[in-house]
Nanobody
Framework: QVHVVESGGGLVQPGGSLRLSCTASGRIFSINHMGWYRQVPGKERELVAKIFIDGGTRYGDSVFGRVNISGDRDLHTTNLQMNNLKPEDTAVYYC??????????????????WGQGTQVTVSS
């Protein structure tokens, strides 16, 4: 079994900053990418930021220029630094990762792992 767990989140005033972290655990062979998505009730889950094992990154249009994603060399832990937060950034933030782990026997497979989510509220 492999898992990802989020930490951080909470209440922040408009214009403030917040850092979220995500840590993968379990029988991990390798990680292809790790990222963050967010969702508000009634809307689809949207990409916030993603980082790939080769160091490449991708950011959602709505947060571009205000967030930065970083990770350790193996992507077992990533950090999402969010700055100049706005009320419309209020959402549940989910960590997502594609983890290569044992499947059966000597075989491995890719697991699409999601965390439980952490609430971010931007309000005065």
């Amino acid at each position: 079994q492999v898992h990802v767990v989020e930490s951080g989140g909470g209440l922040v005033q408009p214009g403030g900053s917040l850092r979220l972290s995500c840590t993968a655990s379990g029988r991990i062979f390798s990680i292809n990418h790790m990222g963050w998505y967010r969702q508000v009730p009634g809307k689809e889950r949207e990409l916030v930021a993603k980082i790939f094992i080769d160091g490449g990154t991708r950011y959602g249009d709505s947060v571009f220029g205000r967030v930065n994603i970083s990770g350790d060399r193996d992507l077992h832990t990533t950090n999402l630094q969010m700055n100049n937060l706005k009320p419309e950034d209020t959402a549940v933030y989910y960590c997502n990762s594609e983890i290569i782990a044992p499947y059966t026997g000597s075989l491995r497979r890719a697991y699409d792992c999601w965390g439980q989510g952490t609430q971010v509220t931007v309000s005065s």
